[in-house]
């Protein structure tokens, strides 16, 4: 007589048995500390110079052909009336932005493919050329009609490497970056933008208080310019003793390996058409923010000089000068507000970039127009409020939109689109306006409409403060604060373990169709 036992073993022995024959199920990947990039100070600190001292060249270039550019406008177009000089200067100007996407579009596809360092190099050398070869272009009087055809062909030289010049140092910066501080770290990058600016004013301006106006439209404004070949070498020396970013040479690993093993990768980097169908919603969030933030910054930077002389009427030193403290001001509190995102959100502090623009425009321009220096000064200053809160955040928020493989590709199309047409057209715009009206409030309603489809586009961005890069895994300044975020990764709300490893919702996937009863199939 059988044991009432021996059924109940033999139910377990043949489970057992056909267990060996079922898929095992995967255990979820979780993050390890080797997973974790802890940041190499040194070379951070490298990178930081590398790009800051790069970004402050270029846009001192581009900043003394903004003050300069009523002078040039006569010197390069004698015969034309006041007008149309202003309006040829600032239009030279724009022409630089029609270059820009072409360059985004190129220098972004080998920037994601031979490399962010090796990119950035060339771009500086290009604009630092471009810049000396202005200073010694000939003038009007001397070639004729190919001075202002010269004029404009060296300006394109420089859109063009300016195309590639932000979107790859804004992509090298916060792939540098530790997670927690990315959005101080790439703020550095505007201060170092505008402090450009402000030197390109202080220089201008020391050359009109110390020389007249019969040598300043002689020879005296090409200094600036020959000034640019010294200060491109001292850049391009920074810039060449830095690397490739860790995050960069990872995704380039991976692709090579998904070649070599014969597989599309997600990590190889993206054709123009490819990468426009794949992040369409991406791109045109960051175009709608480029457009917003840089119309109001290019308002206060390039076309302040032409407002305050052509249309308020100061003479040209107080143009220039008038600009310079709030520059050097703005370009001081831009750290703040980068780290302030860190703290508070990126999202937060450009709703407050985008409100303040809408609310301050007006009085701005009416402060200006009040005609006393206090008042100019006050409305520059009001103006100059947006921009910190805009441009501080730009930097590791746009990045943040994009994968590694697509990064500076990505960048660089959607920034330097936008930016040429709108942000580099908005001298010649709000000129135009000014000129169309009658009325020199015409420039704060240009840039009000701007920011109101930037706040629209800011309620659609993704939150990306304290939180790794899409593609990337997590960085840190220190391995206690990797151990720290391993052992927290089940609670912290700045990782989403399914998006570093998108491999383990496929997992899931996979074994709840195991799981599943063979009745319901």
Request: charged share 15%; proline share 6%; hydrophobic share 50%.
């Amino acid at each position: 007589m059988s044991s009432p036992l021996e059924p109940h073993r033999a139910a377990a022995f043949w489970r057992g048995w056909l267990s060996r024959f079922q898929p095992k199920r995967r255990e979820p990947r979780r993050l390890t500390v080797d997973d974790v990039h802890v940041v190499d100070r040194p070379m951070l600190k490298r990178a930081i110079a590398g790009t800051v001292v790069g970004n402050l060249m270029e846009w001192y270039d581009i900043g003394i052909y903004g003050y300069l550019a009523v002078i040039i406008g006569r010197v390069f177009l004698p015969d034309a009336s006041d007008g149309a000089q202003a309006l040829f200067s600032l239009g030279v100007f724009a022409v630089t932005f029609v270059a820009r996407p072409l360059g985004g579009i190129v220098l972004g596809q080998l920037g994601d493919r031979m490399g962010r360092q090796k990119v950035l190099a060339f771009t500086l050398i290009m604009m630092a050329a471009a810049t000396f070869l202005i200073g010694v272009l000939p003038d009007f009087s001397v070639i004729g009609v190919f001075a202002p055809i010269l004029l404009i062909v060296l300006k394109l030289a420089q859109g063009f490497s300016t195309g590639g010049e932000y979107a790859g140092a804004t992509t090298f910066i916060t792939e540098y970056a530790p997670d927690r501080k990315r959005g101080f770290y790439a703020s550095l990058l505007d201060m170092g933008s505008y402090l450009g600016f402000a030197m390109g004013a202080a220089f201008v301006s020391i050359l009109q208080l110390t020389l007249s106006e019969e040598a300043m439209e002689g020879f005296a404004w090409r200094i600036p310019f020959l000034v640019a070949l010294p200060l491109g070498l001292i850049a391009i020396y920074f810039r060449l003793k830095i690397e490739d970013t860790p995050a960069f040479q990872e995704a380039r690993d991976a692709a090579e390996r998904a070649t070599e093993e014969a597989e599309s990768s997600a990590e190889a980097p993206k054709g123009v058409i490819a990468l426009v169908r794949a992040y369409w919603r991406e791109l045109l969030t960051a175009f709608v923010l480029v457009a917003a933030a840089n119309t109001v910054g290019y308002a206060l930077t390039s076309y302040m000089p032409t407002y305050l002389t052509q249309t308020l009427g100061y003479d040209p030193v107080h143009g220039n000068l008038l600009t310079l403290p709030v520059l050097v001001g703005m370009a001081a509190c831009i750290p703040l507000t980068g780290k302030l995102s860190d703290r508070i959100g990126r999202r937060k502090v450009l709703f407050i970039g985008s409100i303040t623009a809408i609310v301050l425009s007006i009085p701005a321009f009416l402060f200006m127009m009040h005609g006393e220096i206090w008042s100019t000064l006050l409305g520059l200053a009001l103006l100059a409020v947006p921009v910190t809160f805009y441009v501080a955040n730009l930097a590791s928020s746009l990045p943040a939109l994009f994968p590694t493989s697509s990064r500076y590709g990505g960048m660089g199309i959607s920034y330097n689109l936008s930016v040429a047409l709108f942000a580099g057209t908005a001298p010649v715009i709000m000129e135009s306006l000014v000129q169309a009206s009658g009325s020199s409030l015409a420039p704060a309603f240009y840039v009000i409409g701007t920011s109101v489809a930037g706040f629209i586009a800011i309620v659609l961005l993704k939150e990306s403060a304290r939180r790794p890069l899409p593609g990337a895994m997590p960085s840190v300044e220190t391995a206690a604060e990797a151990e720290a975020l391993v052992e927290t990764q089940d609670t912290n709300p700045d990782l989403d373990l399914d998006e570093l490893f998108p491999e383990r919702t496929q997992s899931g996937d996979d074994d709840a169709s195991t799981r599943r009863d063979p009745a319901s199939t």
